[in-house]
Structures are given as C-alpha cells and as structure tokens.
C-alpha cells in the first residue's frame, strides 16, 4: 500500500505568556492508504496538537507534513484548502448544530459548497442510511443519544468523500457499549469505502480493537510505533507499558493499587499468549515441571486486530535462578515474557 501520510520531523511550539511550550518534538511517522492506525497518549501528551498538524489546521513550527506525496507547507493556500476537502474530522463533542435537523446538519456542507439542496437532500439521505439512522433524518440533535449523535458526525464527515478520516477522541464521551458500536461503524466504513482513519484516543482498549499500527506519545515525543500486536505483546517504553497494563477505569485503577500493595518486593512478569500456546495448560505444567507455587495476580483476554489475545501477570517464586528457568520454560513454548516489577512496586 502506498503512504497517505508522512510526518517527518515535524515540531510544533507555542508562544505562552511563560514562555515557549515545546508541544511536539521531532515527530516522524507514516500512515498507509487504506489503514485504520492510532495515536495514543495520556491527557496532555501532544496527540491532539498532532492530529491537528496533520491537516494544517496548526501549521508546524518544523518539519514536514505530506499528504499523497504534496508537501502541506509548500501548497498555496487555494491548494492547501483542496486538500484539506479530502480530509474530514470528528470530534469527542460531535460539533452538531443544534438548530438544525439532522438531515440539515449533514446537508450542510454539501449546500455551502455549491450542491443543489434537492441534491444534498438526496445524499444526505443516503448517508443517514450508511451510518444506521435513516428513520431520525427529522430529529433535532438534542433529541439523540451521544451515539446518535456520532453516527450523525460521521455521515456530516463523509459529504465530501474524504480519503482522510481524522477521529479526535471520538468515543471518550461515549459509554463502552455505545464506543463498541461506533468503533464497528468505522471498521466497516474503512473497509467498504477504503478510507484511511486515523484515530486519536488515550484509550488502549479502542486502539486494540479497531487499529492495525499504533503511535504512542509521550510527553510531545513519539516513544514507540509499530504494529498494534507486537507493541501489546512487547511494550518497550514507559509509556506503552503504562498504557497497557494499566487501562482505564476507577474500578481498575483501584484493583491495581491492591494488586500492587499485595505484590510489593516480589518479582513479577507478564506473559502473553500465542495462537498455538493458548491450547496447552502452560502455566499448570510449570508449576508440576518446578514444584515451586505461582501467584496469578491478573488474567485477562483481549481483542487485538480482532485476534482474542490472553495475557496475565505472574508472581514468580523468590529463588532467582528458578525465576530464570520459569522465564525460559515459558519463552520456548511461545509466549511473550516481560518484567513487570516497575509495575507492580
């Protein structure tokens, strides 16, 4: 597949009355046609102002954005304002206008950009039927629920046939099952049409679910980028293994902290299962082959690439030379072993 997006050493500065604020820092990363790829960070790490680069809607302080090959910063402003028309966005808070109807909101792009209204209507309609709200063409968006009312955003997004989709924390206001539904919208729209998503999300369960290749930053730096699979079986950095383990969620974080009380000085590792490992009883068969006990301190499955991923977090015996055994014996049998005793301590 051919590149969509190149970023190459792309920074972006802002002036504040403190001082100069480093957002980005020598960003590069590429995103092929056709891909559904994740930009992931905690609250404050640089994503959105990314995201917003991508576009030109914040020009870069430096480096380059391409889009296609076309260099965004070498475009006349007539030709930068065609290429964004090929690139469309949704919002965490929908950005709907209340005094319109729905079939208004979607129409109103279309009529603004020069189409007759029986026309607009007419593709409107159409889009309302892709994106499953055909009967609430005549509601008002206060009369929606906030899935609703993305589903309205993403058919208002496709007016323009996009190649691009930029998705801003498109379902943080949204509730798990609401976020499960419109996750599954986008693959579909990705695969029918073959438009290119990017999503922008603090959220590893969304990037786990819908995305094939992940960016994480950390901080206005990309720390870590690959293929959604290996980076949850191998997270390398700080970040990626916060993001990764921890997840989200008030009920986790407070699992966590007694997990972590309950595991203090102990030596820990995660391991995650292959395909072919899931099918033997590898950790019952380590504990008959050592003699030694093992403490599961978590055992979860995950959706990865739409592959069902298990993973757990083991509490190893004391005697370091059988921690090295244990770590091997699981090594060969397929698994992927990492320390996870920052985590835990």
């Known amino acids: 597949m051919a590149e969509m997006i190149e970023v190459q050493e792309l920074c972006k500065t802002f002036e ?3 001082g100069k604020v480093e957002a980005l820092q020598n960003i590069t990363l590429s995103i092929r046609a056709g891909e559904i790829y994740g930009i992931i960070g905690m609250s404050g790490a640089g994503k959105s102002t990314l995201v917003r680069c991508l576009n030109y809607l914040e020009r870069p302080t430096s480096g380059t954005v391409s889009i296609e090959g076309k260099d965004l910063g070498a475009l006349s402003e007539a030709e930068l304002r065609k290429t964004r028309r090929e690139i469309s966005m949704i919002f965490q808070h929908f950005n709907l206008l209340m005094q319109k109807s729905v079939i208004d909101n979607i129409c109103f792009p279309l009529v603004i950009g020069g189409m007759k209204k029986k026309e ?39 007016t323009v046939n996009p190649k691009i989709l930029l998705c801003d924390e498109a379902t943080s206001a949204l509730d798990p099952r609401t976020t499960q539904s419109i996750l599954q919208l986008l693959k579909e729209i990705n695969k029918n049409y073959g438009i290119t998503i990017v999503i922008i999300t603090h959220e590893m369960s969304v990037v786990r679910e819908i995305c094939s290749h992940v960016a994480i930053i950390g901080e206005g730096h990309l720390v870590e980028q690959g293929r959604v699979s290996d980076i949850f079986a191998h997270p390398k950095t700080p970040e990626a293994k916060e993001l990764i383990l921890k997840g989200s969620g008030t009920d986790r974080r407070t699992l966590e902290d007694q997990q972590r009380e309950l595991m203090k000085g102990k030596s820990c590792i995660r391991i995650v299962f292959s395909v072919n490992s899931s099918f033997e009883p590898v950790i019952a068969n380590m504990v008959l082959k050592f003699g030694q006990p093992i403490n599961i301190l978590r055992a979860d499955t995950k959706n990865v690439e739409g592959i069902a991923r ?13 921690q090295e055994e244990m770590k091997a014996y699981l090594t060969e049998r397929g698994l992927a072993v990492e320390e996870v005793n920052g985590y835990v301590d």
């Open 16 to 18: 504040t009355d403190e």
């Open 310 to 322: 298990g993973e757990m977090i083991l509490s190893l015996p004391d005697d370091q030379s059988v």
């Open 120 to 158: 607009a209507r007419k593709r409107a309609q159409e889009l309302l039927e892709i994106v499953g709200l055909s009967e609430k063409a005549s509601a008002y968006p206060a009369q929606l629920s906030g899935g609703q009312k993305q589903r309205v955003a993403i058919a208002r997004a496709l």
